[in-house]
């Protein structure tokens, strides 16, 4: 069965801490890996990977694919209390986006 | 519209009632998807639209859940006798298609509470 786990669910940080947050699969018919912040309710969309190797970046926020491990990490640096959210990674199937469950996200000032 | 918009934002009902949650996609986007989170869980997939079809409906829990979806536009989830494991948010989600590589845009949700 397809799955993906992230770890570690939950992180408790100071501002101004690196963080990497985890995502491993187990998936047929891979197309892409994406992740998302989501803050209330709504995901919004942060990357899409689909190539082994080539980092993806957006401010501080960075992430990497590595199909030979079945991973990704996303990377957040100088966190802001702003970060602090739920980041969720999903695999692109052939039809649909499967979840993780979520890595948790505190930033202490 | 600009996003996807979804309503009611909040529902709070009685065990054994039945309740309808709509969603209205972006203009022009085929795909539908709705998924449901738990407290503390990752999104969990329900079904999906590609116009007015549902080709994968493998994620609806039990016969109680139905969904469906006019045209291009609005789609419906109705939940018949809710159940209290039935409290989660109900996101709905829409994409220009489901081919590979597209990227799902979601409404902020339906927060259901069945007491």
């Known amino acids: 069965e397809d799955k993906v786990v992230q770890s570690p669910l939950s992180l408790v940080v100071h501002e101004g801490d690196t963080v990497t947050l985890n995502c491993s699969y187990e998936?047929?018919?891979?197309?892409?890996l994406l992740w998302y912040k989501q803050e209330k309710k709504a995901p919004t969309f942060l990357f899409m990977l689909?190539?082994?190797?080539i980092e993806k970046k957006s401010g501080r926020l960075s992430s990497i694919l590595d199909k030979k491990e079945l991973s990704s990490i996303l990377n957040i640096t100088a966190t802001q209390t702003g970060d602090s959210a739920i980041y969720l990674c999903?695999?692109?199937?052939?039809?649909?986006?499967?979840f993780g469950q979520g890595t948790r996200l505190t930033i202490n000032p | 519209g600009a996003g996807v918009s979804q309503s009611p934002s909040n529902k709070v009902t009685e065990k054994g009632k039945d309740v309808e949650l709509r969603c209205d996609p972006i203009?022009?986007?085929?795909?539908l998807y709705w998924y449901r989170q738990r407290l503390g869980q990752g999104l969990e997939f329900l079904i999906y639209?590609?116009?007015?079809?549902?080709?994968?409906k493998s994620g609806l829990p039990s016969d109680r859940f139905s969904a469906e979806r006019t045209g291009e536009s609005v789609s419906t989830l109705t939940i018949q006798r809710t159940q209290q494991e039935d409290s989660a948010v109900y996101l709905c989600?829409?994409?220009?298609?489901?081919?590979?590589?597209?990227?799902?845009?979601f409404g902020s949700g339906t927060q259901l509470s069945v007491l």
């Open positions: 989600a829409s994409s220009p298609r489901t081919a590979v590589r597209e990227k799902l845009f």
């Open positions: 998936v047929t018919n891979f197309r892409s």
């Open positions: 689909t190539s082994s190797g």
């Open positions: 999903a695999y692109q199937g052939a039809q649909k986006l499967v």
């Open positions: 203009s022009g986007h085929t795909a």
């Open positions: 639209f590609q116009g007015n079809s549902a080709p994968d």
